[in-house]
């Protein structure tokens, strides 16, 4: 059974920064696949934010975030990192963390993957 257990979200002003983290247990395999997060606003579909392969040499963004969120990872502490910064009222959703494939079709449809329970991101406006 693998498990992934996000942390970090919260509340924050426009313009501030959050930093959420993932850490992966459980199935040793799922250690070398590509990570990634997703977020989810109320009534809206589940929607791709970033992903990482599991170098961490390969990665790729939203468009509606690309140039504010970094992507990181830490395989020695089985760990993925999200870096958010200049957030904005629509960053507002929960966000979860992904470990599988499929991830860099930037469709949550298409992804093979085990997700955490999610992450509540609130940017007031």
């Known amino acids: 059974q693998v498990q992934l257990v996000e942390s970090g979200g919260g509340l924050v002003q426009a313009g501030g920064s959050l930093s959420l983290s993932c850490a992966v247990s459980?199935?040793?395999?799922?250690?070398?696949?590509?990570r990634g997060w997703f977020r989810q606003a109320p009534g809206k579909e589940r929607e791709f934010v970033a992903a990482?392969?599991?170098?961490?040499?390969?990665?790729d963004y939203g468009d509606s975030v690309k140039g504010r969120f970094t992507i990181s990872r830490d395989n020695a502490k089985n760990t993925v990192f999200l870096q958010m910064n200049n957030l904005k009222p629509e960053d507002t959703a929960v966000y979860y963390c992904?470990?599988?494939?499929?991830?860099?079709?930037?469709?949550?449809?298409?992804?093979?993957?085990?997700w955490g329970q999610g992450t509540q991101v609130t940017v007031p406006s």
């Open positions: 459980g199935r040793t395999f799922s250690m070398y696949v590509a």
């Open positions: 992904a470990a599988g494939t499929g991830i860099f079709e930037r469709k949550a449809d298409y992804c093979v993957c085990d």
């Open positions: 990482i392969s599991w170098s961490g040499a390969r990665t």
